[in-house]
C-alpha cells in the first residue's frame, strides 16, 4: 500500500476510530489496500448484462454447490440470470481478484455465521476463490454446524456457522421444524459464539427466520431446559434483542485492529408479483427471466421496513465498527434469480403441484452462481476498498 493511500485511509478512519477504540492516527482498518472515490455508494446503481465478466464461474465446475441450488442441473432452461452484473453508479472498482484475496486471508481465518442465505454466499465465495488454488491445496468438510474450506498453501480457512437466528434455539439441530414450538434464547449466546472467537473476518446475517409474521417466545436467562421463564415479543423487538447480544459479543471478543466484521442486510423474496406491477392471478418469480426495470420496482416491496430499520440503528451502536453490506435494494431487482422448481426438492411434487408450477415455486433461494456473487462483490469492495468518507 502506498503512503500517500496509508494516510488517506488513516485520515479517515482516524475520527472514527479515536472515538470507538481509542486508537491513533495512522491505524487504518485491517485489510484496505485501497480506497474507495469519495462519494461512492456501491448499493445504488444498476444490473448491467456483462457476459464477458459473468457467470463468475460455471455452475459446473464448482464441486462445492449445494443440490438446492445447482439450477442447471435440475432443468433451469435459461441462463440470462447468470449475465448479470452490478454496476455502482458514478464508481469503478477493482473487480474480484481471487489470489488478491487468498494472499490477503494467508493465515487468516473468515468465518460466516447465519441461515441459508449466508451459506449461499460461502458457497458462492469459495466457487469465486477456488480456481485460484490448485487440485490437493484445497479441502472442503461438514461437521454438524460447521463446514471449513481450507485454502492449504496459504494457511487460510474460509468457514461457514449455521445459527439462523444467531441466538440459541431449541430448533438448531431439528430435521422438521414446528414453527410454533421455536424457543430462542435471548440471554448469552455462548454455545454458538464460542465457534466464532479468533476469526479475523465475520460476515453475519439473519433476517429470514424472523418473518413467521408470528410472536417469537424468548427465553430469559440461563435456564437448560429451555422451557421456563418464556416470553412471547414481537418479531422485531425480539431481533433487536439479539442483535444487541451480538454486537455485545463482538464488543468483548473482537480486536478492531487486525479483525473486520460485517453483517448482511435482508435478502428479498419474490413471492408475489404485483409487487412488481404484474396482476398475474397467483404470479411470483416463476415466470420471470429478466431482472426488474427500475420502472416496474417502484412498486411497493413485502419488506417490513422496521426489521430493515432495527438492523442499521443496532448495528450502527456497535463500538467495534460493524459494516453493513447492504444487499437488500440491489437484489430487488432480481425476481429472475431464484431457484424456482429448479432444485432438489425435499418431496416429489403432486399431480396438481406439477399443473401449476408457480405453486411449488422458490422465491427465497437464489441459484449458483447468481446474486450471492454480488454480494460477495460488495464484500470484497467493503473489506479491500473501503470509502473514505464511509468507513463501514
Ligand atoms: C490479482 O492480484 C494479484 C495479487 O495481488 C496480482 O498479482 C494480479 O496482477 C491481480 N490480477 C489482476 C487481473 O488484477
Ligand atoms: C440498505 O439500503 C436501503 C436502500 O438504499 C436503505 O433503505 C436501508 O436503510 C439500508 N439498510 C441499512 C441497514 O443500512
Known amino acids: 500500500m502506498t503512503k500517500l493511500l496509508l494516510a488517506v485511509l488513516a485520515l479517515a478512519a482516524a475520527p472514527l476510530l479515536l472515538r470507538v477504540a481509542g486508537q491513533g492516527i495512522g491505524d487504518g482498518l485491517p485489510f484496505a489496500v485501497g480506497a474507495a472515490p469519495a462519494g461512492c455508494d456501491i448499493g445504488q446503481g444498476e444490473w448491467v448484462r456483462d457476459e464477458a465478466a459473468r457467470p463468475a464461474y460455471q455452475e459446473w465446475e464448482c464441486p462445492y454447490i449445494q443440490p438446492e441450488l445447482t439450477c442447471q442441473a435440475h432443468g433451469r432452461p435459461d441462463k440470462d440470470y447468470q449475465q448479470w452484473r452490478w454496476q455502482p453508479r458514478g464508481c469503478s472498482l477493482p473487480s474480484f481478484n481471487a489470489t488478491l484475496m487468498l494472499e490477503m486471508l494467508r493465515g487468516k481465518r473468515m468465518l460466516f455465521v447465519g441461515d441459508q442465505l ?77 465457534f466464532w472467537k479468533g476469526a ?80 398475474t392471478e397467483g404470479g411470483n418469480c416463476y415466470d420471470r427471466t429478466w431482472p426488474i426495470s427500475e420502472a416496474e420496482a417502484s412498486y411497493s416491496t413485502s419488506h417490513q421496513q422496521a426489521m430493515l430499520r432495527a438492523t442499521g440503528e443496532v448495528l450502527a451502536g456497535s463500538r467495534v465498527p460493524v459494516g453493513v453490506v447492504n444487499v ?65
Open 328 to 392: 437488500t435494494r440491489l437484489s430487488e431487482f432480481r425476481a429472475d434469480a431464484h431457484t424456482k422448481t429448479y432444485k432438489k426438492l425435499w418431496a416429489e411434487p403432486t399431480p396438481e403441484q406439477r399443473a401449476d408450477p408457480r405453486s411449488y415455486a422458490d422465491c427465497t433461494h437464489w441459484c449458483l452462481p447468481g446474486v450471492p456473487d454480488t454480494w460477495n462483490e460488495l464484500l470484497y469492495w467493503k473489506l479491500f476498498f473501503p470509502a473514505n468518507d464511509q468507513v463501514l
Open 200 to 279: 479475523n473476518i465475520l460476515v453475519f446475517n439473519s433476517y429470514l427466520w424472523w418473518m413467521t409474521g408470528q410472536k417469537i417466545q424468548i427465553l430469559r436467562g440461563a435456564d437448560n431446559d429451555m422451557s421456563k421463564d418464556i416470553v412471547e415479543m414481537e418479531a422485531e423487538e425480539a431481533y433487536r434483542l439479539v442483535l444487541y447480544q451480538v454486537v455485545r459479543w463482538v464488543e468483548h471478543n473482537v480486536d478492531p485492529k487486525n479483525s473486520r466484521v460485517f453483517f448482511v442486510t435482508a435478502s428479498p423474496t419474490h413471492t408475489d408479483s404485483r409487487e412488481w406491477g404484474d396482476d
Open 118 to 194: 449466508n451459506r449461499g454466499q460461502y458457497l458462492s465465495l469459495i466457487c469465486m476463490l477456488h480456481r485460484a488454488i490448485p487440485d490437493g491445496a484445497k479441502s472442503f468438510e461438514s461437521v454438524d454446524s460447521l463446514s471449513i474450506f481450507r485454502a492449504k498453501n496459504y494457511d487460510a480457512t474460509i468457514e461457514f456457522y449455521w445459527a439462523p437466528m444467531l441466538a440459541e434455539t431449541n430448533f438448531d439441530n431439528a430435521v422438521v421444524d414446528r414453527v410454533q414450538d421455536r424457543v430462542i434464547r435471548g440471554a448469552p449466546m455462548d454455545k454458538h459464539s464460542r
